[in-house]
């Protein structure tokens, strides 16, 4: 009995580690394969951008990005704001939401006539248990050609 006092707590400390672990392993697969799947989208849309009242942004034909995005990691919360242009070459969803995966896209030479997409899909995962309940950062980047129609 005093053998297992000794080495109950440190066994589930170890095996609440890899649970833990294997979790946020699990969130920073998912936030590639949304990465993958949103650079997919944005190399076969038909038109990159498109005006919407004031602003050029992302023209969601024939998915959004964001949709991409979200079918291929639902287990992420991904931001469901829409991506507009901030620059010549960059689509951004403006307001970062924590907890939620947040895309940006990056185009060359040009959103109106990309010869290569980027997508960046950042997310802030938290560990499911003590010790390990911080936030980890996590980050993918997926990059495609844009092939004419």
């Known amino acids: 009995m005093v053998e297992f006092a000794f080495v109950a707590p440190i066994a589930l400390v170890v095996i609440t580690g890899i649970f833990v672990s294997c979790f946020l392993f699990f969130q ?21 951008v ?15 990005i ?23 070459t960059h689509l951004s969803q403006g307001t970062v939401v924590t907890n939620e ?8 030479p040009n959103l109106a006539g990309p010869t290569t997409v980027t997508v960046t899909v950042s997310f802030s995962g938290k560990g499911i248990a003590p010790p390990l309940t911080a936030t ?14």
């Not at 697969?29 to 650079?39: F, I, L, M, Q, Y």
């Not at 895309?103 to 060359?108: E, F, G, N, P, Q």
């Not at 980890?136 to 129609?149: E, G, H, I, K, W």
């Open 136 to 149: 980890y950062s996590m980050n993918a980047t997926s990059t495609v050609p844009v092939l004419a129609p």
């Open 50 to 64: 498109t005006v919407v009242g004031a602003q050029i942004c992302e023209s969601n034909v024939p998915i959004s």
């Open 101 to 108: 995966a947040n895309i940006t896209v990056d185009a060359t």
């Open 28 to 48: 920073n697969s998912a936030v590639t394969d949304g990465a993958t799947a949103g650079s997919r989208m944005a190399s076969i849309e038909t038109s990159l």
């Open 66 to 88: 964001e949709a991409a995005v979200a079918q291929a990691a639902p287990q992420l919360k991904v931001n469901p704001a829409r991506l507009c242009e901030t620059s010549a």
